[in-house]
Structures are given as C-alpha cells and as structure tokens.
C-alpha cells in the first residue's frame, strides 16, 4: 500500500472516491474562495520511464478537476468528457505536489466549456480547453 503523503499546505482533505480515480492519487481538494482545487503528490506510480510525471497521470488529475466544476456548474449532473486538449509546459519530479484547477467559460443547455491549469508550486505544468456534455436523467 502507498503511503499518502501530506499536501504542502493547510486546508486539503484527502479524497476517497470510486472508480478509476481512486487507482490515479491519491487524491486531495480543497475548497477555495472561487470554487475547488485538487491535486496530487507525484509518487513512483506517477512517473513514467524517464523519471518525470506521467503524462497520462497529469491528464487524470485535470480530466478529475474538470469534471468535478462541471458536475457543479450542471445542477450536480454527471459529465462526460467530449474533448479535452492539453499543452505540457513542465515537467515534474517524485515529491512535487501538483494542483489542478478549472473553471467555466461558458455553458449551454448541455454542454460546458472549460479551461484548466496543472501547476507545481510556481511552475505552470499543463494548461487544458475540454467540452463536456451534461448528461441529464
């Protein structure tokens, strides 16, 4: 079992969720004025070959924090990612904490139109654009 270890500031819980999620963190958020952030510290099962974060984690962390502000801006609806489009800027080692945070830029009857940002400490990591779809009952 992986040791979990602590966010590098006050103010973050861990998160224990089902699913695919569970298996990507684990798995912090904390509430901030402006809605949630959520993050990660990057342990041996986040990197790739070569040592630095993998790519596909990093994508999991955004993918997570993405849908969790959509699920909020639907009514607390299910959201399905229809397209997500990344740019990696950074990279980032074993111990860094990565935080991810997304916001709305505009939302129709059904889908959400986002934007995301992956940093470490200072440094911009990975900037994202998503559409989602709102899956009403």
């Not at 992986?2 to 500031?9: G, N, Q």
């Amino acid at each position: 079992m992986l040791d979990t270890p602590s966010p590098p500031a006050a103010g973050w819980k861990a998160r224990s969720l089902p699913g695919f999620i569970q298996h990507a963190g684990p798995l912090w958020a904390k509430r901030e004025e402006h809605g949630w952030a959520y993050g990660f510290a990057v342990g041996p099962q986040h990197l790739n070959p070569a040592g630095a974060g993998h790519g596909g984690a990093l994508m999991t962390l955004m993918d997570h924090a993405l849908s969790a502000v959509a699920w909020e801006a639907c009514d607390r609806a299910p959201c399905v990612t229809l397209q997500l489009d990344s740019h990696f800027v950074s990279p980032v080692r074993a111990g860094q904490f990565v935080e991810a945070r997304a916001e709305v830029i505009q939302r129709t009857a059904s889908l959400v139109f986002m934007r995301g940002e992956l940093r470490a400490g200072e440094s911009l990591v990975l900037t994202a654009h998503a559409l989602l779809k709102a899956m009403k009952p």
